[in-house]
């Protein structure tokens, strides 16, 4: 424990410490929720990819975010917590942009393909920030345990970030160009 000075009383330490656990739980819960939402709304999105490589990508996704919550479950006991889960109002928002992607493109299109790539980066860059963030916060605060659990996700996500960025590069856009060359 930090030994107190005059600038920094021992009360205002343990205000910081016990402020940054309740951040770290509360992000915990956001992203839970995150997670148990997207796993909702992957099997439509896996529907309706026109590209089996996207559609693959889709269903790996799925499965990969069904342990993620597992993980979660497990930080949360490591923290002797009961897993909870708080609306993460990002999102929210982000899935109702791939259910108007869903919308606005044909389907059967390459060109909802690309949007879809679009819309789940949007979702995957927004995952590596709040897992990113969760992992420095656990460290921080001295629970290695987590920040190593929340890592193996940190790295999952980074890593289909980098497939979708892939798919769309080696043709689904390029599919949609010629699409609309017809
Ligand atoms: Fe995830």
């Known amino acids: 424990m930090a ?3 005059r600038s920094q009383p021992a009360t205002k330490v343990k205000d910081d410490r016990t402020l940054l656990k309740e951040l770290l739980i509360d992000e915990l819960r956001d992203i839970y929720w995150a ?7 992957m099997p439509r999105l896996l529907k309706a990819a026109t590209s089996p490589q996207l559609a693959h990508a889709f269903e790996n996704h799925l499965m990969q975010s069904l342990d993620q919550i597992t993980r979660l479950e497990l930080a949360f006991e490591m923290m ?20 108007q992607m869903l919308q606005d493109m044909p389907k059967g299109s390459s060109a909802l393909d690309a949007g879809l790539i679009i819309c ?7 995952e590596i920030a709040a897992y990113g963030s969760l992992v420095q916060l656990a460290k921080t605060m001295g629970r290695k345990d987590v920040a190593d659990i ?4 940190l790295v999952e ?10 798919l769309a590069v080696s043709g689904i856009n390029l599919d949609a160009v010629h699409e609309e060359g017809q």
């Open 35 to 41: 997670e148990k939402y997207l796993t909702k709304t």
């Open 120 to 126: 789940v980066q949007k979702i995957e860059h927004y």
């Open 150 to 153: 929340l890592h193996l996700t």
């Open 157 to 166: 996500e980074k890593e289909t970030d980098e497939l979708l960025t892939e």
């Open 80 to 99: 002797e917590l009961h897993p909870r889960a708080r609306k993460c109002e990002a999102m929210e928002g982000l899935v109702k942009e791939c259910q």
């Open 3 to 5: 030994t107190p000075t």
